[in-house]
T-cell receptor, first 113, second 108 residues
Framework: DVKVTQSSRYLVKRTGEKVFLECVQDMDHENMFWYRQDPGLGLRLIYFSYDVKMKEKGDIPEGYSVSREKKERFSLILESASTNQTSMYLC????????????FGDGTRLSIL | DAKTTQPNSMESNEEEPVHLPCNHSTISGTDYIHWYRQLPSQGPEYVIHGLTSNVNNRMASLAIAEDRKSSTLILHRATLRDAAVYYCILRWDDKIIFGKGTRLHILP
């Protein structure tokens, strides 16, 4: 089975801190994604990557950046955390075709104080 | 963007079949229909997908209307562990756009 592992289930940081969320997948998938999930808003795509060192903006990239130096690892970076970035963050990976499913990690619940 | 419409919530009795509807009247010919579900405190989980024909797997069945403007996810015998939010999604490239989904309640 595909495994997508997010480095932390819960994380608490302070306003203005630089925050790194890490995601690793073990199935050699080309595509990787970062979403955030908020009550009433559903899942929203922040960034995705279809290859090493490649990235594309999703629907809500403001305040975030990403890094993909290795195929199996995709990092989400909050350059200067703010309270409105308190959310559940979900990472996913998939093969690069529209008939392929995305496989999700269990999420990181991030609180910015 | 292609969009889907699902009921906000549904209830079903344990051990009975469940039919979860989804409307996607603006679907285009290259859109795949995907279903995911999200159990409490977990990330979304892939359930099933199809293009034109009905599909079956160990988790569920997917019935697609002939005009492809709607589809139905069928859980043949619901259990309490099937209580989750179910998302119907159209996928035309690498991106997925999640809607609000249907919250399924299973009554014992």
């Amino acid at each position: 089975d595909v495994k997508v592992t997010q480095s932390s289930r819960y994380l608490v940081k302070r306003t203005g801190e630089k925050v790194f969320l890490e995601c690793v997948q073990d199935m050699d998938h080309e595509n990787m994604f970062w979403y955030r999930q908020d009550p009433g808003l559903g899942l929203r795509l922040i960034y995705f990557s279809y290859d090493v060192k490649m990235k594309e903006k999703g629907d809500i990239p403001e305040g975030y950046s990403v890094s993909r130096e290795k195929k199996e690892r995709f990092s989400l970076i909050l350059e200067s955390a703010s309270t409105n970035q308190t959310s559940m963050y979900l990472c996913a990976s998939s093969l690069p075709y529209s008939n392929q499913p995305q496989h999700f990690g269990d999420g990181t619940r991030l609180s910015i104080l | 963007d292609a969009k889907t419409t699902q009921p906000n919530s549904m209830e079903s009795n344990e051990e009975e079949p469940v039919h979860l509807p989804c409307n996607h009247s603006t679907i285009s010919g290259t859109d795949y229909i995907h279903w995911y579900r999200q159990l409490p405190s977990q990330g979304p989980e892939y359930v099933i997908h199809g293009l034109t024909s009905n599909v079956n797997n160990r988790m569920a069945s997917l019935a697609i209307a002939e005009d492809r403007k709607s589809s139905t996810l069928i859980l043949h015998r619901a259990t309490l562990r099937d209580a989750a939010v179910y998302y119907c999604i159209l996928r035309w490239d690498d991106k997925i756009i999640f809607g609000k989904g249907t919250r399924l309640h299973i009554l014992p």
